[in-house]
Nanobody, 127 residues
């Protein structure tokens, strides 16, 4: 009954921008640490960015730091990932994730402590 649904993926040229959204149903995101992960074909899943329940703390992987920004809107039960200066190596399926608030942003993004996963949205960066 608990679902996370990603949207906003697509094809974009190198240097372009894209905004991913994730909507939750069946539970209230106020009580959850949230994050974004990605997986390219033949590659391991990578924790990209995670954010605390209030948005006060966040984590970014070195590969996206300075280019991506995570944010959340608890009133709308949504989490977002703004992606700027996109590179071909950013091409992957992007997943949103959630876990109870006792999980820290580092525990989620680095230690892969995740309770719920979305189905993913494809992002392709190509000229």
């Amino acid at each position: 009954q608990l679902q996370l649904v990603e949207s906003g993926g697509g094809l974009v040229q190198p240097g372009g921008s894209l905004r991913l959204s994730c909507a939750a149903s069946g539970f209230t995101l106020d009580y959850y640490t949230l994050g974004w992960f990605r997986q390219a074909p033949g590659k391991e899943r990578e924790g990209i960015s995670c954010i605390s329940t209030s948005g006060g703390r966040s984590y970014y992987a070195d590969s996206v730091k300075g280019r991506f920004t995570i944010s959340r809107d608890n009133a709308k039960n949504m989490v977002y990932l703004q992606m700027n200066s996109l590179k071909p190596e950013d091409t992957a399926v992007y997943y949103c994730a959630a876990d109870l608030r006792f999980t820290t942003v580092q525990a989620m993004c680095v230690m892969y402590r995740v309770g719920y996963w979305g189905q993913g949205t494809q992002v392709t960066v190509s000229s």
